[in-house]
């Protein structure tokens, strides 16, 4: 019987060897190659909404390799309780790193009302 082969290999390391999920690479390489073409990081935060398997853990780690990230660290927002919790995370982080908060459930609403939020819904291509 053969070895089990190692999959990440697989993984993409670019939003652009990424297949499926149109509406959101459009709006990522969007987002991505304007700061790039500016000569500055990604300055806002991303909130990617969208149900479990639809890409937006992947379509991270291809915004963090895009824009050489130092570091890519995910934490799950239920760990978060208090804007105390996410500084404190924050402060741990080395400079040029991606923090990543996985979430189930996200009240997209709610978050909207965020200035400065780009929010990436996965939704569109995934549930249709």
Sequence with gaps: ??????????????????????????????????????????????LMVGPGGCGKTQTARCIASMVCAADFRTVLASSLRTPADLAACLLELPAGAVLFSASRHTDVTRAERFDGVYIVDFRTDCCT
């Design 1 to 46: 019987m053969d070895a089990p082969k190692d999959l990440s290999a697989a993984e993409p390391d670019s939003i652009y060897q990424m297949i499926g999920q149109t509406t959101v690479r459009n709006q990522v390489t969007t987002l991505v190659d304007a700061a790039q073409q500016d000569g500055r990081m990604v300055d806002s935060p991303i």
